[in-house]
């Protein structure tokens, strides 16, 4: 068996990706997001400012925030940030989001694990907080094994299986990691059993063998970089991601698909480096809603500006909410002009403009 084992205590990939062509897409997996704000629920400050639009995919690897789903404020802030409800965005589901799965599934549209397929790349997103007992062990059964086992017997045409986990539960049990246990999250090392070696990897294998290399992005805490292939073509990888670091050592990693030559590289990106949304004093486009229009952009470091036109009235409401839906400004406005709202933080903020019985919303991110 070829075992190829490196740990990564910095980052040394540290630069932007090339932007991405018909021919390459480019995903970018984010894990462990929390900040220590048990109070705000927010992410790194860092994450808040990349440009997601640039990856053709998000792959969440769990604990957005200290308690992500524990109400609709901190799944709309989350939401802002990754846009959870679009197909383009995985998320595996960790131990700090739990709080509330219907609500999860109310924003997601999706159950705590699926598979799903895309530009010949099959994904497996699973749940390690299912069944989770007593801090102690960790397993993949019921219906989730039978998922997994269902995605080995008949992939076929997929170039790569993805698989998007939470726990490191391919650390546990593995000589390999003995030593570097106590460098990755309480809810991985605490772990004492997990069935994944005994019933997840053989499923793993036959993928493999099927000539289908697998690809397991684990999102727990980790204070260290990792890429782990205990045989060819099944890699095991987890990024540097701890609210104690400094943007200089935790990183995302960046993967890129080259559909012509049917591959995945990866490289870890620090967040010093990664593309942020830069400030641009220039109003988005139009809305284009019926009779109504609405630009919204930011002015300067913390002022809002818009601007509203309509056909058919000269007065309109506008609210300005945080994303966390705190509301900022409710006021009677006189359409076709400009205005200018100071704002108290840096942050997304929700504009709505109410014109008769028409609603208009648009976001906007103040840095």
């Known amino acids: 068996?070829?075992?190829?084992?490196?740990?990564?205590?910095?980052?040394?990939?540290?630069?932007?990706?090339?932007?991405?062509?018909?021919?390459?897409?480019?995903?970018?997996?984010?894990?462990?997001?929390?900040?220590?704000?048990?109070?705000?629920?927010?992410?790194?400050?860092?994450?808040?400012?990349?440009?997601?639009?640039?990856?053709?995919?998000?792959?969440?690897?769990?604990?957005?925030?200290?308690?992500?789903?524990?109400?609709?404020?901190?799944?709309?802030?989350?939401?802002?940030?990754?846009n959870l409800g679009s197909p383009k965005t995985l998320w595996t589901i960790g131990n700090h989001d739990i709080s509330n799965p219907g609500l999860i599934l109310e924003y997601t549209g999706r159950p705590r694990f699926y598979s799903y397929y895309s530009d010949s790349i099959t994904f497996l997103v699973l749940d390690t907080e299912m069944y989770f007992d007593g801090s102690q062990s960790t397993f993949i059964s019921g219906s989730q094994l039978e998922m997994i086992r269902n995605v080995a017997d008949t992939i076929e045409i997929s170039n790569y299986l993805v698989v998007l986990h939470h726990r490191l539960l391919w650390m546990i049990g593995n000589s390999d990691f003995s030593s570097r246990i106590p460098l990755v999250g309480q809810s991985t090392h605490q772990l004492d059993t997990t069935n994944f070696y005994q019933e997840v990897y053989p499923q793993l294998k036959k993928v493999k063998d099927?000539?289908?290399?697998?690809i397991c992005l684990g999102g727990d805490k980790s204070k260290i970089n990792i890429e782990y292939s205990p045989e060819e073509n099944i890699t095991f990888l987890t990024s540097t991601m701890a609210p104690e670091f400094p943007d200089s050592v935790n990183c995302v990693l960046v993967l890129e698909y080259s559909k012509h030559d049917r591959e995945i590289s990866w490289d870890f990106v620090d967040l010093e480096e990664i593309e942020k949304t830069e400030f641009n004093p220039v109003p988005d486009a139009p809305s284009n809603s019926g009779t109504v229009d609405l630009r919204v952009w930011q002015t300067h470091e913390a002022s809002i500006s818009c601007e509203v036109k309509s056909k058919s009235t000269k007065n309109a409401e506008l609210s300005i909410y945080s994303i966390r839906g705190e509301l900022e400004y409710c006021i009677n406005i006189s359409t076709n002009r400009e205005l200018d709202f100071p704002v108290r933080q840096k942050g997304f903020y929700l504009v709505k403009v109410k014109s008769g019985h028409e609603i208009v919303t648009k976001k906007v991110l103040v840095l």
Not at 46 to 52: A, F, P, Q, R, T
Not at 210 to 214: Q, R
Request: aromatic letters at 12%; one cysteine or more.
């Open 210 to 214: 099927k000539g289908i290399s697998v």
């Open 1 to 82: 068996m070829k075992i190829i084992l490196i740990f990564l205590a910095m980052v040394i990939f540290g630069q932007n990706a090339a932007p991405q062509s018909d021919s390459v897409m480019r995903f970018i997996f984010v894990p462990h997001p929390r900040s220590e704000d048990a109070l705000n629920l927010t992410v790194l400050p860092s994450l808040e400012k990349i440009d997601y639009t640039k990856f053709e995919m998000i792959l969440l690897g769990g604990d957005l925030s200290w308690y992500t789903s524990i109400n609709r404020k901190a799944m709309d802030y989350c939401d802002g940030l990754f």
